[in-house]
DNA sequence: AAGCTAATACTAATGAATTAGTATTACAAC
DNA sequence: GTTGTAATACTAATTCATTAGTATTAGCTT
């Protein structure tokens, strides 16, 4: 999978949130200053392209949708990441968080329950 | 802390792993097609007005170091990451992770103990 | 000290990402 | 059916990242 530049990220996390959208309402989810409008259609038009999103023809608009979940681009972009700062170790990076102490003793318990749940 | 183009990062990958070196020994850690020297060069430069780098000068040649460490960068990468990917929350991502079946139950048990341990 | 070598400095060129202008189109209202 | 509106299409310009050339410099060798 390609991955995203800055932008074409930030407007595909819009259409993540929404679901379904036109580009005007895209626009706002975006941070300041706000893109111009033909800025942001164009890069629609490119992540169209690149097979990230799919558009239905209403009338004279187009309502864009997600072809690629964001779930499924964060797979990918997080194997990168573990594989850029972590060497490939998931393990590793899970260290890092712990001595950042970044997850509570609640948390901690919640998540073994989940991954030991998940792996039955 | 300013967020590092790609080559930028490689670049300071191969500090953070040698520790301290010249352009010249840069290169061999950098992934194919290698780079020009004077290339890296600017890269170094550029990464030295952004604070990242520092030197010594040996005689004629300058020896580079990190005036940032990786811990440090890494902290500020991830946090970006988190909050763009997993809505701010570290344990959505970790449950991201468990979903993912990214660790074993032998890793999970050493990672709760050095969670464990790192709380004391 | 003149010439050789290996480094850095400076800078122009390329390429990718992004922006936003102008042109065009389709539909709705009158 | 002409006009107005709001969308998309196309494309030129800008910016930022990256590359690598040429110029310069410092020290070593003779």
Redesign the pocket.
């Known amino acids: 999978m390609v991955k995203?530049?800055?932008?074409?990220e930030q407007i595909m996390q819009a259409f993540w949130s929404l679901g379904k959208a036109?580009?005007?309402e895209i626009i706002p989810e975006l941070p300041d200053p706000k893109?111009?409008?033909?800025?942001?259609?164009?890069?629609v038009?490119?992540l169209e392209e690149k097979g990230f999103l799919d558009h239905e023809t209403v009338?004279?608009?187009?309502n864009y949708y997600p072809k690629i979940s964001r779930e499924e681009y964060q797979k990918h972009a997080m194997k990168d990441i573990v594989s850029q700062y972590f060497n490939n170790s998931y393990p590793s990076m899970l260290a890092f968080f712990a001595k950042e102490e970044k997850i509570s003793d609640t948390e901690l318990d919640e998540l073994v329950n989940l991954i030991k749940s998940n792996k039955k």
């Open positions: 995203l530049a800055k932008r074409e036109y580009i005007k893109p111009h409008y033909n800025s942001v259609a164009t890069m038009k490119i009338g004279n608009i187009y």
